[in-house]
C-alpha cells in the first residue's frame, strides 16, 4: 500500500511554538500536499510540493521533500491555537490523475 | 475559489434504506470527483474515482452496487449508499479536481451517515 505513515500521531505544543510533523511514504511520487483537518469537518488544502521540489512555503508553513528518503516534513512556525486540528499528507503517484493516497494523520494540539 | 459543497451534512436513516449524497463545485468545473471514507480517528479512505460523463472506478474492495456514483455534470456527483446498514455508518467525504485546479483535490465539508 502506499499509505503514508505521519509521526507523531499527536503532538502537543504551547502556543507560540512550532510544530514539525514528518510523512513517508513508500512509492516514487508526482506530487505530496499537506492538508489539515479540523474535528467532523472536511479538508483544507495547505500547501503541494513537487518532486522536484525540495522546500516550499506559505505563510508560516514550511515544507520539505526527500525523495531519496521518501519523506516530507511540516513545520508550523508561532502556532496559534486556531491551528490545533489533525494533519495529513497526502502523495500522489497516479500520473497526472490526481489521485492521492492519504498519511495516517497527526492530531495536533495548541495549547493557548 | 474552489469551494465544493457537500449535502446533507448529516442524515440519519433506518437500517435497509438508501441514502443520496451530493456533491457539487461551485466555481469551477470539476472532471473528476472523489468520494472518501473515514471511520473515527483514522484517516480517509478512497472509495472510487468519478470522471465526468463515466463510469466511476472503484477501489479494490469497495462494492460498487452498494455505493452507487453518478458524475452526470461538471459540477455534481452523487454517491448513493443503498441498502444501508448500520457498519456503513461513517463520515464520507468528496473532493473534485479539474479546469483551473489541477493538481489540487478540493474537498467538501462531508456527510455524517448514522444507519440505525
Known amino acids: 500500500s502506499q499509505q503514508g505513515e505521519e509521526d507523531p500521531q499527536a503532538l502537543s505544543i504551547q502556543e507560540g511554538e512550532n510544530a514539525t510533523m514528518n510523512c513517508s511514504y513508500k512509492?516514487?511520487?508526482?506530487?505530496l500536499q499537506w492538508y489539515r483537518q479540523n474535528s467532523g469537518r472536511g479538508l483544507v488544502h495547505l500547501i503541494l510540493?513537487?518532486?522536484?521540489?525540495r522546500e516550499k512555503h506559505s505563510g508560516r508553513l514550511r515544507v520539505t521533500l526527500d525523495t531519496s528518503k521518501k519523506s516530507s516534513s511540516l513545520l508550523i512556525t508561532a502556532s496559534r491555537a486556531a491551528d490545533t486540528a489533525s494533519y495529513f499528507c497526502?502523495?500522489?503517484?497516479?500520473?497526472?490523475?490526481?489521485?492521492?493516497?492519504f498519511g495516517t494523520g497527526t492530531k495536533l494540539q495548541v495549547i493557548p | 475559489g474552489a469551494v465544493v459543497s457537500q449535502h446533507p451534512s448529516w442524515v440519519i436513516c433506518k437500517s435497509g434504506t438508501s441514502v443520496k449524497i451530493e456533491c457539487r463545485s461551485l466555481?469551477?468545473?470539476?472532471?473528476?470527483m472523489f468520494w472518501y471514507r473515514q471511520f473515527p480517528k483514522q484517516s480517509l479512505m478512497l472509495m472510487a474515482t468519478?470522471?465526468?460523463?463515466?463510469?466511476?472506478?472503484?477501489e479494490q474492495g469497495v462494492e460498487k452496487d452498494k455505493f452507487l456514483i453518478n458524475h452526470a455534470s461538471l459540477t455534481l456527483s452523487t454517491l448513493t449508499v443503498t441498502s444501508a446498514h448500520p457498519e456503513d455508518s461513517s463520515f464520507y467525504i468528496c473532493?473534485?479536481?479539474?479546469?483551473?485546479?489541477?493538481?489540487?483535490?478540493?474537498f467538501g465539508p462531508g456527510t455524517r451517515l448514522l444507519v440505525l
Open positions: 466555481d469551477f468545473q470539476a472532471t473528476t
Open positions: 473532493s473534485a479536481s479539474g479546469t483551473g485546479v489541477r493538481e489540487t483535490q478540493y
Open positions: 497526502a502523495t500522489d503517484a497516479s500520473g497526472g490523475y490526481q489521485k492521492v493516497t
Open positions: 512509492t516514487s511520487i508526482n506530487n
Open positions: 510540493i513537487r518532486s522536484n521540489e
Open positions: 468519478s470522471n465526468e460523463g463515466s463510469k466511476a472506478t472503484y
